[in-house]
């Protein structure tokens, strides 16, 4: 209550809020069996195959295609180095020109979207070829709805002054939304209309698409495999990392991983700062209190 005048007072009202699942007791609670030995151990074969996969794909489409299932499942930071030298090539041999190396709507809009999130100089010119002498894109390239959606996607990595760039965004989230397909792709289509790719966090759309490529009879079964066991091997290292940080125990600083430890140094010396500047102020202790909101 705050005071209003020397005999009324203001009834503030409550917000209601539950009280907070993440205390210190359910923190380390937290356990998985992911940890185990065995899980390990079938993640290392499984990466040992998709390495293989990416070593064998000889047809560019088929190393895109591959590539950018490895990102959307969360799984290619595995793989970086192969994923690099296979953009390399594929940028050195089909990029020397505005011409797309495979002469077609969906190849080349993945072509250009992954060279790009990649670091490599592709010209939206290579979109010229879809469009008319008004310079639209052509009304036939409508019918194919995985073209669409790769050019949607394309155009969110454009630079200051693309127009063609802009121009695809527009015409396709137009045609997108009258889209009449099967369960799976309308998921993507609807999916991506509210969440972008290169809008979306990461893990947050690796999780999404595990759950939808359960729908897709195309779905490669190794790859989602290993999606799903490294997502869950992952978690459960986060937790691990929750539980040790929970304590609030500096000496124990060198059992989190080298990112962990500046994070977790900067959060004890700033909580540590604010206690002693009122400690001093006002002489009350309140370390408990910021550890518990922190």
């Given at each position: 209550?705050?005071?209003?005048?020397?005999?009324?007072?203001?009834?503030?009202?409550?917000?209601?809020y539950?009280?907070?699942?993440?205390?210190?007791?359910?923190?380390?609670?937290?356990?998985?069996?992911?940890?185990g030995?065995?899980?390990?151990?079938?993640?290392?074969?499984?990466?040992?195959?998709?390495?293989?996969?990416?070593?064998?794909?000889?047809?560019p489409?088929?190393?895109?295609?591959?590539?950018?299932?490895?990102?959307?499942?969360?799984?290619?930071?595995?793989?970086?180095?192969?994923?690099?030298?296979?953009?390399?090539?594929?940028?050195?041999?089909y990029?020397?020109?505005s011409?797309?190396?495979?002469?077609?709507?969906?190849?080349?809009?993945?072509?250009?979207?992954?060279?790009?999130?990649?670091?490599?100089?592709?010209?939206?010119?290579?979109?010229?070829?879809?469009?008319?002498?008004?310079?639209?894109?052509?009304?036939s390239?409508?019918?194919?709805?995985k073209?669409?959606?790769?050019?949607?996607?394309?155009?969110?990595?454009?630079?200051?002054?693309?127009?063609?760039?802009?121009?695809?965004?527009?015409?396709t989230i137009k045609?997108?939304?009258?889209?009449?397909?099967?369960?799976?792709?309308s998921?993507?289509?609807?999916h991506?209309?509210?969440?972008?790719?290169h809008?979306t966090?990461?893990r947050?759309?690796?999780?999404w698409l595990?759950?939808?490529?359960?729908?897709?009879?195309?779905m490669?079964?190794?790859?989602l495999?290993?999606?799903?066991?490294?997502?869950?091997?992952?978690q459960?290292?986060?937790?691990?990392?929750?539980?040790?940080v929970?304590?609030?125990?500096?000496?124990?600083?060198?059992?989190l991983?080298?990112?962990?430890?500046?994070c977790?140094l900067?959060?004890?010396?700033?909580?540590?700062?604010?206690?002693?500047?009122?400690l001093?102020?006002?002489?009350?202790?309140?370390?408990?209190?910021?550890?518990?909101?922190?």
């Amino acid at each position: 209550m705050a005071n209003k005048s020397c005999n009324q007072t203001e009834i503030r009202r409550s917000g209601n809020y539950k009280p907070p699942m993440w205390e210190f007791d359910f923190v380390q609670s937290l356990s998985s069996e992911y940890m185990g030995e065995r899980y390990i151990r079938r993640a290392s074969e499984l990466k040992t195959q998709v390495k293989m996969m990416l070593d064998e794909a000889m047809e560019p489409l088929d190393q895109l295609d591959l590539i950018d299932n490895l990102q959307r499942l969360g799984i290619s930071y595995h793989f970086e180095d192969e994923v690099k030298h296979i953009l390399t090539v594929i940028n050195r041999k089909y990029s020397k020109n505005s011409e797309p190396g495979i002469k077609n709507l969906y190849a080349t809009a993945l072509e250009f979207r992954l060279l790009r999130q990649h670091g490599f100089n592709v010209s939206q010119d290579i979109f010229d070829c879809f469009k008319n002498e008004k310079g639209d894109f052509k009304p036939s390239i409508c019918e194919d709805t995985k073209g669409l959606l790769q050019l949607y996607e394309a155009s969110f990595l454009s630079t200051e002054g693309e127009t063609t760039l802009e121009l695809a965004r527009e015409f396709t989230i137009k045609h997108l939304q009258d889209q009449i397909v099967d369960q799976y792709s309308s998921l993507l289509v609807q999916h991506a209309l509210e969440f972008p790719l290169h809008k979306t966090i990461p893990r947050a759309e690796a999780r999404w698409l595990i759950n939808v490529c359960n729908k897709n009879p195309d779905m490669n079964p190794i790859l989602l495999e290993f999606s799903k066991l490294d997502f869950n091997l992952v978690q459960a290292t986060y937790q691990q990392e929750l539980k040790q940080v929970s304590r609030w125990d500096v000496n124990t600083i060198e059992q989190l991983p080298d990112y962990m430890q500046i994070c977790y140094l900067a959060v004890v010396n700033f909580v540590n700062e604010i206690a002693y500047d009122i400690l001093k102020d006002r002489g009350l202790v309140i370390i408990p209190y910021l550890r518990k909101a922190v």
